[in-house]
């Protein structure tokens, strides 16, 4: 079919964070065909999400040059929606349905972000911690704005740093996690001095406010146009004045690609082997998929995903080095089970259906919670209340359905029919 | 645990509703659920409560059992999202605005109210319905449901009555006196096999055979269409009963979403979706309502409806096996009849004078073995 | 400076630096709700990433649109609440 809206590749590569854009250039580099595709306008992903690349650390602005002089096509703003059938992605962009033929093809889709529930995490102004981040990244002001970053992992101090650098003023830096806990894996730190050298700068850009690890956020209620916000450290609770709440905890891989593809997943992280391939063959995985492990971690893995996937041989041991960083990371920021109190059964769980704690029985299964409740079955598909869910209620995922983004129905109708005139 | 008079085998809608007619009857029942009451063919269903008229007996048990949710409406709770939308049949012809006619006349004999509506009312009632059509048939009475919280409250209603409630335990055999699950075997007076399109699997030789279908559903657009909307043409692809088929057929939901269907093939237990005979689906049900394309299309999933060869599903006793009872084969038509399937198989049960001629749906009315039938 | 870019949010006219995301020039402009949820409540971005779809609003009069994801762009129609 020589239609515009299908497009030929050696390597397809979903998500241009710091794993796609690595993956792309190394795939180019063996002289692959490559096309790069992502949701936002940029690339960047979320850690360099930027408007104008004087904005990014040295290493993104590197890497977001050799991007753009590698040749790899660049597909922005779209979404990746289904695989029907090996060697065939189906993308969205502007309600438009396009076909990317691989021959390869290299998940990079990064992670999200796990938010709890507790009365008031609804409200506007309290956002995502990675969230308050790419929305000042993408050019929110929050000048002279009041900020309680909240939550729990390595997230919390970069972007107290941003937002402090921004001009906002940061009341303060609640971590959930014990202090012996956080220190000791910040000691670790001194092993890899680069990683060392970003937690003292980030600890630099807002001195004055106060980092109290063991704190978490119990509440946020109105007060007018402000919010005032409930605190405890287990022991005390007080209550603080501010304009912006950000708070979450730590983050998730994002496998559902990974998953329609029918790659092996274990303990919510895509498996792959030393050249990042995935059970699947032709599939590769690259980056916070396959286990929580930072920037650095992503494009170690992204080179090797795209010159193996491009058809080099080359192996490494970034994905098992991100593996151990992965389980540190947990340890060090294990959710502490007070958190699981904090949702009363008024609270809202599922944020699109605007389902209660209350209305979920206890021991339900992830499937059995989304067709008695309808929790996880609005336009999220489930991305906000699944890992709340997994976390307040020990669920596991249900099956993931299509389209993996909310598409229009004439698109799913349009690139079916695709199909059927191929095969 | 008493040894309860009467065992159903499955927690589908139909075996919800079948444990709720027999506890109120007095009995002691056991509901044996596999996995959660609600969750099979039940969940995976478009919820429709529809009068259908392609056989004497269909119209019987649907009419009975729309008849049977009116009464049972006021005691539902708000999650069942039961809404009194009507049913607009679309008559894309003359020839199938005659058929529109033949059918309201049928429905007044039978005093269900319907009438027949012109191509010119049409954009009036369904604005989204493209232009030039023939016209339609109006069942004001017929509805919609959510289907898993009707059965879960027809579940709950009949724990209310006595009956225990066995969800996550898979039954591995049955006959008339017992069922073996994996926790162990449980006896009793009588069976019922209400397990869908998995009752040939307990119970062999019974004609029912998976018939899978793909339904999709879109984001929040209240208002878009306000009653269900089927085309005239359904009933055709509802009986082919080898190849695809396709038929439109969207809902308007309670909460502003609209559902789309329908589509009918036999694949076994496949779940990998079609998405050649999704795409034909969706091209049919936006070629009657040119907007729906336009609209975000959140999810997708396929079910698979317990067919039998006659449509009609098997209600009543096993001729061969004593003490079993049949409730299964209800097609895509489980979530009307549930009520009504119920009514019937209680008044078998108990002696009581059947509210519908028994006949029709006597579970060995084929006489032939499944395999033969769906070769 | 660049100039700035004007779009309108039910029907007031605003202003930001092109490039800004839709979400982040209607944070600036003082808007809070972008929609209503199913029991009422008003909701704003969360997310920031087109993961939560909080801030879904209706962009030249199609519904449904992520807010986060779109660049502002001049003469550009956003009506909230839906």
């Known amino acids: ?423 | 645990m008493s040894r309860p008079d009467a065992i159903v085998v499955g927690g589908g809608i139909v075996g919800a509703a079948c444990a709720r007619e027999l506890a109120m009857a007095g009995l002691g029942v056991t509901l044996v659920e596999a996995e959660f009451v609600g969750g099979g063919a039940t969940a995976a269903g478009m919820g429709h409560i529809v009068v259908m008229d392609d056989s004497p007996p269909q119209f019987g048990l649907t009419a009975l059992s729309r008849a049977l949710l009116d009464e049972l409406a006021p005691a539902l709770p708000a999650a069942v999202e039961r809404d009194r939308c009507g049913t607009l049949w679309v008559a894309e012809d003359e020839d199938q605005l005659v058929a529109a006619r033949l059918k309201a006349a049928a429905y007044g004999d039978a005093k269900v109210e319907a009438s027949v509506v012109d191509g010119a009312e049409l954009p009036r009632l369904e604005p989204g319905l493209r232009p030039g059509l023939a016209g339609g048939l109006l069942v004001p009475g017929d509805g919609v449901v959510y289907p898993p919280a009707l059965a879960r409250w027809l579940a709950e209603d009949a724990r209310r009555l006595g009956a225990a409630i066995r969800e996550g335990e898979p039954v591995t055999a049955l006959d008339g006196r017992s069922v073996m699950t994996a926790r162990g075997r449980i006896d009793a007076a009588l069976v019922v096999n209400a397990a869908g399109a998995a009752a040939p699997i307990l119970t062999h030789g019974l004609p029912i055979v998976p018939r899978r279908g793909h339904l999709v559903i879109t984001d929040r657009h209240p208002g878009f269409c306000r009653h269900q909307v089927l085309e005239l043409g359904y009933l055709k692809s509802a009986h082919s009963s080898t190849g695809a088929s396709v038929a439109f057929n969207v809902q308007p939901r309670m909460t502003g979403q609209v559902l789309i269907g329908s589509s009918r093939e036999l694949v076994g237990w496949n779940r990998t979706p079609n998405r050649a005979l999704l795409g034909r689906m969706l091209r049919r049900a936006a070629d009657f309502m040119p907007a729906l394309a336009g609209l975000s299309a959140i999810r997708s999933w396929i079910g698979f409806r317990p067919a039998t060869p006659d449509n009609l599903p098997l209600i009543g006793p096993s001729s061969r096996i004593d003490g079993l009872w049949i409730a299964a084969g209800h097609e895509g038509l489980g979530i009307t009849t549930a009520l009504g399937t119920a009514r019937l198989l209680g008044d078998l049960i108990l002696g009581r004078a059947p509210s519908l001629d028994p006949v029709p749906f006597t579970p060995d009315r084929s006489g032939e073995p499944a395999a033969a039938v769906h070769a | 400076m660049p100039e700035l870019v004007e779009f309108t949010v039910d029907g007031v006219t605003c202003r930001a630096a092109p490039g800004t995301s839709l979400a982040a020039a209607m944070l600036d402009a003082g808007v809070t709700a972008f929609r209503r949820s199913r029991t009422g409540e008003p909701r704003g971005p969360v997310c920031g990433m087109g993961i939560c779809f909080e801030c879904r609003v209706a962009i030249d009069g199609i519904a449904h649109r992520r807010a986060c994801l779109e660049p502002v762009r001049a003469g550009m129609t956003v009506r909230t609440g839906e």
Not at chain 1, 83 to 93: W, Y
């Open chain 1, 1 to 423: 079919m020589s239609d515009a809206s299908v497009l030929e590749t050696d390597v397809a590569i979903v998500g241009a964070g710091p794993a796609g854009i690595a993956a792309a250039v190394a795939a180019r580099a063996e002289g692959a065909r490559t096309l790069l595709l992502d949701s936002a306008p940029r690339p960047g992903g979320q850690i360099w999400r930027h408007r104008d690349p004087a904005q990014l650390p040295a290493s993104g602005r590197r890497w977001i040059e050799r991007l753009s002089g590698s040749g790899a096509e660049w597909i922005h703003s779209a979404n990746a929606i289904d695989l029907p059938a090996p060697g065939v992605l189906i993308a969205e962009r502007e309600g438009r349905a396009f076909t990317i033929r691989w021959r390869s093809l290299v998940i990079a889709t990064g992670a999200t972000e796990r938010l709890l529930p507790f009365p008031g995490w609804t409200l506007p102004n309290v956002f995502g911690v990675g969230g308050l981040q790419a929305l000042l990244k993408a050019g929110a002001s929050v000048a002279a704005r009041r900020v309680i970053v909240a939550g729990s992992g390595p997230l919390l101090l970069p972007v107290a740093s941003s937002l402090a650098a921004a001009g906002a003023t940061i009341r303060l830096v609640a971590e959930q996690a014990p202090a012996l806990r956080v220190y000791r894996f910040a000691g670790a730190l001194w092993s890899d001095p680069v990683r060392l050298a970003q937690a003292a700068r980030y600890r630099a850009g807002f001195r004055r406010a106060r980092y109290r690890c063991g704190t978490w956020i119990v509440r946020v209620d109105p007060v007018g146009s402000a919010l005032s916000v409930t605190l405890t450290d287990g022991r005390r609770i007080w209550t603080d004045r501010t304009d912006l709440v950000a708070v979450g905890y730590g983050l998730v891989p994002d496998v559902r690609l990974a998953r329609l593809a029918g790659c092996s997943i274990a303990s919510g992280c895509v498996a792959v082997d030393r050249s990042q391939r995935t059970s699947v063959p032709s599939v590769f995985c690259a980056g916070e998929p396959t286990g929580i492990a930072g920037a650095d971690s992503a494009v170690a893995q992204g080179r090797l995903a795209g010159a193996a996937a491009a058809g080099a041989r080359r192996t490494g041991g970034a994905a098992s080095r991100a593996r151990r960083f992965a389980a540190r990371l947990d340890r060090a920021f294990a959710l502490r089970p007070d958190l699981r109190a904090l949702p009363d059964p008024a609270t809202i769980v599922c944020r699109c259906e605007d389902v209660s704690l209350g209305e979920i029985g206890e021991g339900w299964s992830a499937r059995q919670i989304k067709l008695y409740t309808r929790a996880g079955m609005g336009p999220c598909q489930g991305r906000v209340c699944q890992p709340a869910l997994e976390f307040l209620r020990r669920t596991g995922a249900d099956a993931v359905r299509l389209p993996l983004f909310p598409a229009p129905v004439g698109l799913l109708a349009d690139h079916a029919n695709r199909d059927e005139g191929d095969s």
